[in-house]
Every structure is written in C-alpha cells, then in structure tokens.
C-alpha cells in the first residue's frame, strides 16, 4: 500500500480503537466531562484496550504528556431520538435519519467519498461547494474536529451524510465534536443512512440532486420538485470559493507530518521560487507543499488579470483545485492561455480542468465522479502506479487535445485523463490530488517536476 501520512495513518489506528470502545464504555452521558487515570502506555500494547478520552493538550506534546491524563467527553446526540431528517433525492427517493449540527433545508449535488481517514480535510475542502458528501467509512465522528487539519478557514459542503455519528470522541487533538462543528458552519448533518445502498444507487443512476431538510412541513413532492430545479451545471461556485485579496503563503508542511524530507532538502540547495497561484478554492495542503519544496507562493483571486501575474514576473504559475463546472469560469480560461507559454505553470484538479480548455480541450461530466483515497494512476511515461486522492466530477476528454499535449496519467479504474503535459508551453497538470490531505503521498513527486520545470526556466539547460 502507498505510504500514507503519518497523520493519518495515527488517526486511522485512533479511529479503528473508538468504534471498539465505544460499544465497552456505554456510561458515559451527554455533554459530560471527567478526568480519568490514562493506563501505561507500553510497548506492544493496544489503543483499543483503553479507555475512551480526549487529550486536551498540544499536537506537540510527549508521549508522556499525551498520556499523563485524559478527558472524557459523552458525545451528541442519542441514537434512539426520533428520524428528523429527510435526505430527499431528484430520483424521488427519500432517506430518512437522525439530524446533527445546523437545522434547516440545503440543496446540493450528492457524491460518495470511499476516503477512511480525513473527515476533517475533507469537509473543509472547498471543492466541495455546492455538493454533499456521503461518508461510505460507516463510523464517522470519532476523531473529533481539530483546528489544524482543515484545508481551508471554513466548511464549504453543503451537508453530511454518515452511517454512524460516533456519540464520542477519542483524539488528543481534538477541540470540539463533529456535532457542535456542523453547527458552528451552519452544516446539516444526517446520520442512520444506509450510506452503501445510497452509494449503490448513485453508481447506478450517477450523481443526483438532493434536498435535505429538518423542517417537517414540507411535503416530499416540494423537496423532489427543488431537487429537480436545481443543478451545479454551469454555476461558477470559483469566484464564490476564492479569496478576496492576494496574500502571501510561507509556511511550509510541519516537521512532525514531513513525508519527503528530500524536498526540504531540495528547498535548502536554492533560492526560493516564487509562484503566482490562482485561488479556485485552494487546500491549504497544495500551498504547503508547494512552500515545503521552497516556493514564496503569493495567493491571487480567481478573477485576478493575467496580466497582473505576468507583471508580478513569478517563476511560476499556479492554478488550483475548486468546486463546480470547470466551463462556467471562461475568465479564468482567458487568464490561463495569456500566461501560457509565457511561464511554467502547473494545475491540480480544477486547474487541470481550466488550462485543459486553455489547452484547446472540453471538458465533460462523469457519472459520479472520484471521491476517495485508493485511485490507482498510471503515469504513462513510466508504468509507475501511483495510489491517490481524488475529488472530482468533471473531466477533460482527450479526444479534444491538440496534438503536442501529452496524457501523462491515466486513472486505472476508468480509463479517464488524469494528468497532461504540454511541452511547448511549459504546462503539467493533475486532475487529482498529489498534496493528499487526505490520502497517500505516491504524487507528491509532482510537485518536484513543477520545481524542475521552473528551474530549467531559470538556468537554461546549454546546448551542446
Ligand atoms: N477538486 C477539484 O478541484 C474539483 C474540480 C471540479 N469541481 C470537479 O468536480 O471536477
């Protein structure tokens, strides 16, 4: 299996113990705290063994420190309230559930997300503007919600729907529970849905609008006839998603979570790039990296002119990942073919999708799109599989390339595009997720060809 990040990977084995203690540790009562006595943690010993609890110490602390004294937290809700929920699909299907986080009624595109790990990253990634994700990891909750991991300030998607809420937390980083999160962002939470039968149908019948609601008055009729009124099909959700005004980004992945030292090394052998990157709604995890392999990056609106980038003389340019129809934001189209050629740039996701039309290409939609964390990719030029992180819809058709664009990855379980390189203009792109957040770090190499890329523009290559 792919090398996962050891956040993750530490969070997987927390989550795998939560699900055990919850059902051997039942007394505990909502919204109550108390300081229980941690057992020694020794070698070999299990997680699944202790007690549940919640560290409220810092990421940094010891083993000591992490283990010196625990916080039990009960949980949210109870599973035997009445279903308060009503998930209502265009297909006219309705699933009903127990509600958390926001009341109310939200509209939104419905996928599945097959990811294990990563809630947190995941409802924070602002791709998922306009959609709502169906968790099919059946036992959501567990970790909690800390402040660290999220890729971006706020939780874009427009609700959750989950097998099992866990009713407690069990993570020394966690702040506060999936519950009072949902409600903090105004998100609607459902859970108590039979998310495999959910995900079957939308195989079968593709993505499907969806309705959900707390509100008891409206008649189902109501809810499929706004279901079937309402599409994420030419709406620019880019500009929604963006920021405001450019700013710059430094920071670099944490040395607790560094997975390549090599690009630190890398960084320390040169001086910093500097890299233009357009903010589609960009995980913070893509600025990281990009830092961490020693780029200054300054962050520009989606809107921002071209020709302000090109003025700003960057080393590179970067387009980033984002929610919705790629061919509802032609400015963003325009800007990347002023740029191309004229510097190197590099595009993930979204921005695969945006100079893929620069390119010349279509973009179309998928059925049901990749959502999750064990997508095997082919990079043509080498056979190399790599296992990735995907999070998208739509998707270049390749029948529409020029000729001099070379698909350089293909996703193994469609056939799809998922990465091109157009050598005349100085271009690479991925249509999924080598800054993973979550998901494995098989891609992150991506982002050491985007640095050789601007290297070469730098210290042309003498011709012999
Ligand atoms: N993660 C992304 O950038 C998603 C791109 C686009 N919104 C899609 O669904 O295809």
């Known amino acids: 299996m792919a090398a996962m990040h050891s956040k993750n990977m530490q969070r997987g084995s927390l989550a795998k113990s939560v699900s055990c203690n919850a059902s051997v540790f039942p007394c505990v009562t909502n919204k109550m705290y108390r300081t229980i006595p941690s057992p020694p943690l020794t070698a070999g010993s299990s997680f699944s063994a202790s007690p549940l609890r919640i560290h409220r110490i810092s990421k940094f602390a010891t083993l000591e420190q992490r283990s010196s004294s625990v916080i039990v937290k009960a949980s949210v809700g109870k599973p035997w309230k009445p279903k308060d929920c009503r998930l209502v699909l265009e297909d006219g299907s309705v699933w009903t559930g127990h509600s958390f986080g926001a009341k109310g009624t939200e509209i939104g595109e419905v996928v599945f997300n097959t990811s294990l790990t990563g809630y947190e990253e995941i ?228 921005g695969h999708q945006i100079l893929g039309q620069a390119f010349g290409g279509k973009t179309f939609k998928l059925k049901f799109g990749h959502h999750g964390g064990n997508h095997p990719i082919r990079y043509n030029p080498t056979g190399r599989v790599e296992i990735s992180a995907q999070n998208h819809n739509f998707a270049v058709d390749p029948a529409t390339l020029p000729s001099g664009v070379e698909v350089t990855h293909v996703n193994l379980n469609d056939g799809t595009c998922a990465g091109m390189f157009y050598k005349e203009k100085k271009a690479m792109t991925i249509q999924y997720h080598p800054e993973s957040s979550p998901g494995p770090h098989d891609a992150d190499i991506c982002f050491e060809q985007f640095m050789d890329m601007m290297k070469a523009e730098r210290t042309p290559i003498p011709v012999s």
């Open 123 to 350: 409802m924070t990634d602002p791709s998922y503007k306009g959609q709502f994700v169906a968790f099919t990891c059946p036992h959501i909750g567990n970790v909690g919600i800390n402040f660290e991991d999220g890729e971006s300030a706020k939780c874009h998607l427009g609700a959750i729907i989950v097998r099992d809420l866990s009713l407690t937390v069990s993570n020394y980083r966690s702040r506060v529970t999936l519950d009072e999160y949902c409600k903090k962002e105004n998100v609607i939470g459902i859970a108590g849905i039979d998310t495999r039968s959910l995900t079957k149908a939308l195989r079968d019948t593709g993505c499907l609008v969806g309705v959900i609601t707390t509100d008891s008055s409206k008649s189902v009729d109501e809810l499929v006839k706004m279901a079937k009124g309402w599409t994420i099909v030419g709406k620019d959700l880019l500009s929604v998603v963006s920021c405001e005004e450019p700013y710059e980004w430094r920071t670099g992945t944490h040395a607790e979570w560094e997975f390549a030292p090599h690009a630190v090394n890398l960084a320390s052998t040169m001086p910093p790039f500097h890299v233009v990157a357009y903010d589609f709604g960009i995980k913070y995890n893509i600025l990281r990296r990009l830092a961490s392999y020693g780029c200054r990056i300054t962050v520009v609106p989606a809107t921002y002119p071209a020709a302000e980038v090109l003025k700003m003389n960057p080393d590179g340019v970067f387009f980033s990942n984002g929610p919705g129809d790629p061919s509802a934001a032609p400015y963003a189209v325009e800007n990347a073919k002023e740029i191309l050629g004229k510097k190197p740039v590099f595009g993930i996701c979204m």
